[in-house]
């Protein structure tokens, strides 16, 4: 490891020190340290398995963070209410100031860390945020909380649902027995979604804010109380390219971009016509993940407005060219960030995890069309880590595609209806809510696992 030069003797110091120490508790039975373990700087006979030079703590100093085998579950710093302390070797975590004479002062130090720790790394430097992964595989956060290093959350949960289609007949009952408010279509759901870190719906219906706007099938407008019953719900993103996006034409768009951007949700696949340039995709950073959020949607209807609003709708690829151009699009967002949602301008380094959600294949089927699959495929060629499919309105199958870049794509081909007035069967009267659990580890953010629930997506009318 590349030392800064005004600590390099300092720090190799401070490890033959701790080499002698650990040296003197005594040599004879190293055969308790697994065979696995290697020592850094083994020509001076050090038990130091790993360390780190950062500032941990954040005090504009930096420290030393040690991976240390000693003798004793608490080395020679047992707790006074143990009697007797345990003569095998153990791993322990260090953190240790260096002062200015050269000499070292012991800040903190863990007990036996139980499950061995394998490696660490610096997740975020600039956060004081270390990682650590076990011989199992574990991986776990660590920060400096006043006193000392405490284990953080290292789990993000995705919570998805499908298609939010507001009928005439839904629009009939607000207005007739809830005075306009259409809270009631969320409440089963509510306990979901505010568990979740991201929750996620598919907005199929444009808002809109004049009551001469507002309608039901075939050519939708949905009035702003629909938009603030989702808020009220707790949903964080609304994915809105769809076959209905253009329904109201640019008027809608604006309206539901502001809309949401007043409330601070974040929307993707519209882009207000006041935009001057194109936003292939947004950025929601929770628990140290930086999330890439795509939405992409087959067609609009025969409705147009690229003419003179090129980035309204963001449409799925037609041609080899347009899908060489997502392509690209995809893998870029992993080395670099776009200004998010808010405005501000994004981190240098790319996103960690990246999610399409895609409006796709064919209406009332269950079956994954051709597209779908070749689709599929040009989404693990962009690095995908997650698709979300729409559409269809009833449930199609789930699968794990392997990419060519040796990672993993999680793919829900269709979650089906959330909320909708269509009834005439079960297969459109039952949709999908997707649980996907997220986590840190030392390759990066992985999916650590995932499920579905059963949802009620069938909403009755007056």
Known sequence: MKIISTYKKRIIGLLLTLGLAVALCGIGRIGFIPS??????????SKVQDYLVTDIDRDGDQEVIALLWKRGKYGQHKPFWVKENDTRYSQHLFIYDVEEDGKYRQKWCASDVGTPIRRMKMLDEEKG???????DGVSNLWRWDQWGLDIMDNELTIVSFGD???HEEILEQADRFYGGNYDFLYEPFKADIEDADIATVQLETILVDKESAV???PSFGSPLEVGRALCNAGFDVMVCAGNHALDRGIYGIDVTTDFFEQEGVTCVGIQNGRDSEFRPYEVVEKKNMKIALFSYTYGTNGNDASDKYPYAVHYLPSNEEQERAMVEELKECRTKLIKDSSGAAGAEDGADFVVAFVHWGDEYSKEVSETQKHLTQLFSEGGVDLVIGTHPHVVQESEVVDRPDGGRMLVFYSLGNFRAYQG??????????????????YDGVKIKDYGTRKADAYVSGP
């Open 215 to 217: 309608a039901g099938f």
């Open 424 to 441: 005439w069967n079960e297969a459109v009267k039952t949709g999908l809510e997707t649980v996907v659990t997220l986590e840190h580890t």
């Open 36 to 45: 696995w373990v290697t020592f850094k700087e083994a020509d001076f006979a």
């Open 164 to 166: 939010n289609i507001i």
């Open 129 to 135: 945020i270390l990682l650590t992964e076990t011989i």
